[in-house]
């Protein structure tokens, strides 16, 4: 038995004080690695030196190592007896070797034999396969040939068949050698099924078309042979006898509107793949002289009948000369199962037509400068368009329609984008020009201006609702359009809001130098800024109300989805002019304040009148108090209030201005009753002071709240009569918590509980 080769590490139990096998090796060391067939040393290592170090895993190694020395011991030790016989059990080994080499040897020389003549039969096969193959495609390449040669030959053929049935050529052009009009235009018999002359010959080009068609396909698969080189021109000779031929036949059965003929040729066009003669003979043919009647654009006719550039009259007529002498080509060509698609004689030949007269004849048509001229042009145009879709048998053959070049190319010739900046000048510059106006420009007589709104009393709100409806007016909105107008009626909303809370700001500050444009709000009267809530609030109902319906009727064709986005933009739009009111009301009760404020200031008289005087407690109120709330009576009462003003509103400005008058006499009473309270105790100290120097033993309290009880007695008797002031204007005193608080401070003793005046 073999002994243990010593290892480098000293035998360590498998298992560890908790169960745990010492042996074990990290978990980055994955011994299974060592046996993949693609494992790779160095790439191995190189991943492990990112994180490993090389003595740790020099020493994972021999251990490992150290581990396969001690298993491959083990297996030896276990079955030692079978690996000592096995050498004794080899015996003449190389005798059973020599004897088995035999039989193969013989074997094989059979199969090299045999593979032999198999590689033979197919090298012989694989020759004769190609032969073969080659034969065929040569038979292919002559049959191809022959059949070209033959259709050829039976295309040229038929086209000498064609003057021998006799037609009216009124335009004779084609070259043809054996041509003999003279003996072929007396015969005008019918031939044997009944069909006229003019039908049977567009049944020989449809036949001959057919042909030219095999044709085409043969040339095409037989390219670059000296064979086809040599007959390319007798198939140019042949094409062009056949377009020739087909477009004089074509052109004789649209004069006499021959369905049959017409029908006949245009597949033959479609047979040679030669839509665009049939489309552009049919335009000159037709067409053309029915436009040029219509929009004369030569150089005489021109000047002559130039008389506008308007288009809606002349569409008319286009629309009475198509129904009347295009719509049978037009059924024709767009009947089902006809194999006719391939035409378009609308777009290709009609509008083509159309599009070029209108360039040559009246260019003008096409130019924004005119806005109006320009977009009564377009909406005719678009009808134009939408009559013309009428005659599609299906919506794949309007798509088709609008997708042709023409369709393109005429839509392009109206500039709308132009035609919006025009219409964008136009109406936000003539709202900007009302609002940069020095003043307010109250509208006179607006009942009876026709068209003019009878609820709005400022210029400048008049001219923002007639530039928000000049957005949506028929002859101003444009359907491709209705974005850019949407924005600019927000901006127009967006502008008038703006320029009414800067002159608002501009006032509350007192200087308007910094924002020019605000010079109105600084000059403006009261009753100025009545206008200014009556016009918000009708602004705002008519932009929430009819202008929304209308905006929405016109985009009604607009998804769901859409329709809801305008309206809460429009919406946001009237609200931003009405949360403007709060601000104009403030600014009014400001005007009333300050000169409320020029009154009260008489209060500070009554303390001198008072003091150091004999004058007797006062018995009426001050003359000042009438005139605290006369500017606010005055307003209220007014011709502008009381026609511009709901009464909301007006309980609003009322409340809100006397409150704010009442606070301000609050204030200005309570200053001055504290400030005569101290004046009288420091009067009193120095009144006390004197009569002890001087050894007088008299009382001045009595004389001290004589004067306190004058002074109070005087705003006391004010009050009442702020009281009833106010009650005349039905507010009432006790619910205004400033003027309790006066009450409280003036009033006697026994009287500050109950508010009675």
């Known amino acids: 038995m073999l002994e243990s080769i010593p290892t480098a590490l000293p035998h360590r139990s498998t298992t560890d004080f908790f169960s745990d096998p010492v042996d074990s090796h990290p978990l980055w060391f994955k011994s299974n690695l060592f046996l993949s067939p693609t494992f790779d040393s160095e790439s191995y290592i190189s991943e492990l030196r990112t994180f490993v170090p090389f003595e740790t895993l020099r020493s994972e190694l021999q ?49 090299e034999g045999f593979r032999g003549s198999v590689e033979g039969s197919l090298v012989a096969l694989q020759s004769g396969l190609k032969q073969r193959s080659e034969a065929a495609a040569a038979r292919e390449v002559l049959q191809l040939l022959l059949d070209t040669f033959h259709v050829v030959s039976k295309v040229e053929k038929l086209i000498k068949e064609l003057p021998s049935m006799p037609t009216d050529w009124s335009n004779g ?67 062009l006898l056949l377009d020739a031929s087909l477009g004089h036949c074509f052109v004789d059965g649209l004069e006499h509107q021959d369905e049959n003929v017409i029908y006949n040729c245009l597949r033959a066009y479609a047979a040679i793949d030669n839509t665009k003669n049939a489309e552009e003979i049919f335009r000159t043919t037709i067409v053309a002289p029915l436009i040029q009647k219509i929009i004369p654009h030569g150089s005489t006719e021109f000047v002559a009948g130039a008389s506008g550039d308007e288009l809606e009259n002349d569409y008319n007529q286009i629309k009475q000369c198509v129904e009347k002498d295009c719509k049978f080509l037009l059924e024709i060509s767009s009947a089902e199962n006809s194999g006719l698609h391939v035409f378009d ?244 009760v400001g005007t009333l304040v300050e000169k409320a404020v020029e009154d009260l200031r008489q209060l ?6 008072f003091r150091l005087t004999n004058k007797p407690l006062p018995v009426r109120h001050s003359p000042y108090v009438s005139g605290l709330l006369r500017p606010l009576k005055t307003l209220l009462e007014g011709q502008q209030a009381t026609t511009y003003l709901t009464t909301e509103t007006r309980n609003k400005l009322l409340v809100s ?76 005193a006790a619910d205004i918590p400033a003027y309790c608080s006066l009450w409280r401070c003036v009033a006697p003793s026994d009287r500050q509980n109950v508010i009675e005046f």
Not at 681 to 690: D, E, N, P, T, V
Not at 711 to 729: H, K, T, V
């Open 604 to 609: 500070k008289g009554i303390t001198a009148t």
């Open 173 to 239: 052009d084609v070259n043809m050698a054996d041509r003999n009009s003279a003996s072929h235009a007396a015969t005008l018999q019918n031939v044997e099924n009944g069909t006229n002359l003019r039908e049977t010959q567009s049944m020989l080009l449809e036949r001959i078309a057919s042909e030219m068609n095999r044709l085409k396909f043969y040339i095409a698969h037989a390219q670059n042979l000296p064979f086809i080189e040599n007959m390319e021109k007798r198939f140019q000779s042949a094409s």
């Open 345 to 588: 004689f609308l777009a290709n030949s009609i509008l083509k037509e159309v599009l070029s007269a209108i360039q040559k004849g009246k260019p003008g048509a096409f130019s924004p400068g005119r806005p109006s001229e320009f977009l009564k042009n377009y909406k005719s145009s678009l009808d134009f368009l939408a009559h013309l879709e009428g005659y599609c048998p299906s919506r794949s053959a309007v798509a088709k329609f609008r997708g042709e070049a023409v369709y393109v190319e005429f839509m392009k010739q109206w500039n709308v984008g132009v035609y919006f900046s025009l219409r964008f000048q136009e109406i936000a510059g003539a709202l900007h020009s009302a609002l940069i106006a020095a003043s307010l420009a109250p509208i006179h007589n607006s009942h009876s201006d026709e068209g003019r709104s009878p609820l709005l009393t400022l210029k400048q709100s008049e001219t923002l609702l007639e530039s928000l409806r000049s957005c949506w007016r028929e002859d101003v909105f444009v359907l491709s359009c209705s974005d850019k107008f949407l924005r600019l009626s927000l901006q127009l909303l967006s502008r008038y809001s703006n320029w009414l809370s800067s002159g608002l700001a501009a006032r509350k500050v007192g200087n308007s130098g910094a924002n020019p444009g605000n010079e109105w709000a600084i000059s403006a009267a009261p009753d100025d800024f009545i206008y200014i809530l009556h016009d918000t609030n009708c602004l705002a109902s008519e932009v929430c109300g009819d202008y929304l319906a209308h905006v929405l009727q016109l985009l009604s064709s607009c998804p769901a989805e859409v329709l809801d986005l305008v309206k809460q933009s429009i919406i946001q739009g009237g609200r931003a002019l009405n949360a403007l009111q709060p601000s104009v009301i403030n600014t009014i």
């Open 657 to 732: 201005a006397v409150n704010e008058i009442t606070n301000r006499y609050y204030e200005i009473a309570a200053d001055l009753i504290e400030m005569a309270k101290k004046t009288e105790s420091s009067l009193q100290r120095l009144r006390m002071g004197a009569q002890k120097r001087a050894g007088a033993s008299m009382d001045v309290t009595d004389h001290n709240v004589s004067e306190n009880a004058k002074f109070s007695m005087q705003l006391f008797l004010d009050i009442q009569e702020y009281g009833r002031n106010l009650a005349a204007l039905e507010v009432e």
């Open 63 to 111: 251990a490992h190592l150290s581990s396969l020395n001690h298993e491959l011991i083990d297996l030896i030790n276990r079955d030692y007896a079978d690996f000592v016989n096995l050498s004794t059990k080899l015996v003449d080994v190389d005798a059973a070797v020599v004897r088995m080499r035999a039989p193969l040897l013989e074997l094989r020389e059979k199969i």
